[in-house]
Protein backbone atom coordinates (compact mmCIF):
# COMPACT_ATOMS: atom_id res chain seq x y z
CA UNK A 1 0.00 0.00 0.00
CA UNK A 2 3.14 2.13 0.85
CA UNK A 3 4.02 1.83 -2.92
CA UNK A 4 0.60 3.11 -4.31
CA UNK A 5 0.75 6.10 -1.82
CA UNK A 6 3.86 7.32 -3.45
CA UNK A 7 2.86 6.50 -6.64
CA UNK A 8 -0.43 8.42 -6.58
CA UNK A 9 1.68 11.78 -5.12
CA UNK A 10 4.63 11.26 -8.26
CA UNK A 11 1.55 11.17 -10.61
CA UNK A 12 -0.43 14.45 -8.56
CA UNK A 13 3.12 15.57 -8.43
CA UNK A 14 3.69 15.79 -12.32
CA UNK A 15 -0.33 16.57 -13.20
CA UNK A 16 0.88 20.02 -10.88
CA UNK A 17 4.34 20.80 -12.97
CA UNK A 18 1.91 20.22 -15.93
CA UNK A 19 -0.69 22.42 -14.80
CA UNK A 20 1.53 25.14 -14.32
CA UNK A 21 3.72 24.36 -16.95
CA UNK A 22 0.83 25.00 -19.51
CA UNK A 23 -0.28 28.19 -17.81
CA UNK A 24 2.29 29.89 -18.01
CA UNK A 25 2.74 28.73 -21.57
CA UNK A 26 -0.83 30.13 -22.41
CA UNK A 27 -0.48 33.31 -20.19
CA UNK A 28 1.87 36.18 -19.18
CA UNK A 29 1.79 37.32 -15.45
CA UNK A 30 2.49 40.83 -14.56
CA UNK A 31 2.94 42.36 -11.44
CA UNK A 32 1.70 45.61 -10.91
CA UNK A 33 1.86 48.31 -7.60
CA UNK A 34 -0.57 49.07 -6.11
CA UNK A 35 0.13 52.75 -6.07
CA UNK A 36 0.34 52.74 -9.44
CA UNK A 37 -2.74 51.07 -10.80
CA UNK A 38 -4.42 53.42 -8.33
CA UNK A 39 -3.00 56.51 -10.04
CA UNK A 40 -3.50 54.87 -13.18
CA UNK A 41 -7.24 54.50 -12.32
CA UNK A 42 -7.53 58.53 -11.14
CA UNK A 43 -6.25 59.19 -14.05
CA UNK A 44 -8.59 57.86 -15.95
CA UNK A 45 -11.45 58.70 -13.85
CA UNK A 46 -10.10 62.55 -14.61
CA UNK A 47 -10.25 62.44 -18.45
CA UNK A 48 -6.67 63.87 -18.87
CA UNK A 49 -3.31 62.13 -18.64
CA UNK A 50 -0.47 63.47 -17.55
CA UNK A 51 1.80 60.93 -19.77
CA UNK A 52 2.74 62.42 -23.41
CA UNK A 53 1.08 60.02 -25.67
CA UNK A 54 3.21 58.07 -28.16
CA UNK A 55 1.35 59.01 -31.65
CA UNK A 56 3.84 57.77 -34.17
CA UNK A 57 2.89 55.97 -37.09
CA UNK A 58 0.90 58.63 -39.20
CA UNK A 59 2.98 61.95 -40.40
CA UNK A 60 1.18 64.88 -38.73
CA UNK A 61 0.95 68.86 -38.39
CA UNK A 62 -0.82 69.32 -35.75
CA UNK A 63 -1.22 67.26 -31.94
CA UNK A 64 -3.96 66.03 -30.30
CA UNK A 65 -3.61 68.60 -28.02
CA UNK A 66 -3.82 71.54 -30.58
CA UNK A 67 -0.38 72.55 -30.91
CA UNK A 68 1.13 72.80 -33.78
CA UNK A 69 4.90 73.47 -32.47
CA UNK A 70 7.29 70.61 -32.11
CA UNK A 71 10.91 70.02 -31.37
CA UNK A 72 12.60 68.52 -34.26
CA UNK A 73 16.45 66.24 -34.70
CA UNK A 74 17.84 68.52 -37.31
CA UNK A 75 21.04 68.45 -39.47
CA UNK A 76 21.77 72.03 -40.67
CA UNK A 77 24.42 72.63 -43.96
CA UNK A 78 25.03 75.91 -45.36
CA UNK A 79 22.85 77.62 -42.90
CA UNK A 80 19.60 75.46 -44.06
CA UNK A 81 18.12 72.42 -42.68
CA UNK A 82 19.72 69.72 -44.63
CA UNK A 83 17.45 66.95 -43.06
CA UNK A 84 15.46 66.46 -40.24
CA UNK A 85 14.61 63.21 -38.48
CA UNK A 86 11.20 62.00 -38.05
CA UNK A 87 10.16 61.82 -34.55
CA UNK A 88 9.03 64.87 -33.16
CA UNK A 89 8.09 65.88 -29.94
CA UNK A 90 4.96 68.23 -29.00
CA UNK A 91 5.90 71.75 -27.55
CA UNK A 92 2.83 71.78 -25.36
CA UNK A 93 1.85 68.10 -23.73
CA UNK A 94 5.29 65.91 -24.61
CA UNK A 95 4.06 63.53 -26.93
CA UNK A 96 5.84 61.59 -29.44
CA UNK A 97 4.83 62.17 -33.22
CA UNK A 98 6.11 61.68 -36.59
CA UNK A 99 7.21 65.00 -38.73
CA UNK A 100 5.59 65.02 -41.90
CA UNK A 101 7.96 64.97 -45.36
CA UNK A 102 7.16 66.06 -49.29
CA UNK A 103 6.76 62.44 -49.40
CA UNK A 104 3.96 61.82 -47.61
CA UNK A 105 1.96 64.93 -49.19
CA UNK A 106 -1.65 63.71 -50.70
CA UNK A 107 -2.32 65.28 -54.06
CA UNK A 108 -6.33 65.87 -54.66
ZN1 LIG B 1 0.60 68.03 -27.86
Same mark, same amino acid.
Given at each position: %???????? *??????????? +??? @?????????? #?? &? #???? &?????? #?????? /??? $???? /???? !?????????????? #????? *??? @? $?? %?? !?? *? !???? $?? *? /?? /? +??????
Amino acid at each position: %MKWLNRLS *AILVGLIGVGI +VRD @FFARYEVLVF #DK &A #DVDE &ARQEQK #DGEPSQ /PID $LRGT /PSHV !CVCGSNQFYVRTIF #DNYEI *ATY @F $LD %MV !CV *A !CGSL $LT *A /PT /P +VDRTTE
